[in-house]
């Protein structure tokens, strides 16, 4: 039976002879449902009309989907010494993807910032023999795909690694995560945000909201709340959810601002 793959936001959902009713994340009011209706694509005919692609992102190996499909985010590689860590995920694991990542040492866990990405996490699992998808537990109602592979972490904070930590910032969705990249950028640490802060288009700012599609901000309470996580970390470098969509120096003083000026924003 066939894996299905929501066609608009790249979810996948578990095997069944006919695609499920609806999808919960596109009928919420983060997402919307297709203009034309909900769709599916079976996950063998996702790979037949996408392919995975990788290239470099900032000194990071970056994967995602060509042409692009759903919200189009892609996923980040970043080194470890017991095997990488994918950061968010893509709806789709090909051979040669796979085959790529282990090159790099192979994944020795996924991280996701929040629902709207978890992708093909159940996949990307199954090729590095069952590598733990954390995935924060307030947002484990939004699980479309159950996997024994899937951990939901609780609290605040969750070491993956020496190197790499992920903190639960919030945002748009009550789990929403960011991880931080202790060696990143040179030794001077590299925060991954997703976009539970968002790389605005100039490439020195970020933005926050609770729906990037439907425009509806962010409350000042929830933007405090993810500076107040931010505030202790060190970096100089934050990656975004899309292909270029980073600031590559300075970026702690930039996020700084970039919440300033948001409060002042909405007040």
């Known amino acids: 039976m066939p894996i299905w793959t929501c066609e608009q936001c790249g ?27 909900q769709r599916w694509l079976s996950r063998d005919e996702l790979a037949r009309t996408h392919k995975a692609v990788w290239r470099d992102d900032l000194g990071l190996v970056g994967i995602g989907l060509e042409p692009s499909f759903a919200i189009g985010q892609r996923a980040l590689i970043v080194p470890g010494p017991r095997g990488c860590v994918m950061w968010d995920c893509v709806p789709l694991a090909t051979a ?7 090159s790099l040492g192979g ?3 996924i991280a996701v910032s929040h629902p709207h990405y978890y992708g ?19 947002d484990r109602q939004w699980i479309t795909r159950p996997h024994p592979s899937i951990q939901t972490w609780t609290g605040d904070s969750h070491l993956v690694s020496d190197d790499i930590l992920l903190l639960r910032a919030g945002g748009h969705f009550a789990g929403g995560t960011v991880l931080h990249w202790r060696r990143g950028a040179d030794g001077k640490g590299a925060l991954l945000t997703g976009d539970v802060a968002m790389v605005a288009a100039d490439r020195h700012s970020l933005s926050f909201m609770y729906s990037y599609p439907n425009y509806i901000p962010l409350n000042a309470a929830a933007v405090r709340r993810i500076a107040g996580v931010v505030a202790p970390l060190a970096f100089d470098r934050i ?3 899309w292909w270029g969509r980073n600031i590559e ?7 700084d601002a970039s919440v300033q000026r948001y409060l002042k924003a909405i007040a």
């Open 11 to 37: 979810a996948q959902f578990p095997e069944s002879e006919k695609p499920p009713r609806s999808c919960p994340i596109c009928e919420d009011e983060r997402q919307f449902v297709n203009w034309k209706g």
């Open 96 to 102: 040669e993807a796979v085959e790529h990542v282990r």
């Open 107 to 109: 994944l020795a866990a």
């Open 120 to 138: 093909a996490v159940a996949d990307w699992s199954e090729a590095f023999d069952g590598a733990p998808a954390y995935l924060h537990a307030d």
């Open 239 to 241: 990656y975004g959810a």
């Open 249 to 255: 120096a300075d970026a702690k003083a930039a996020f």
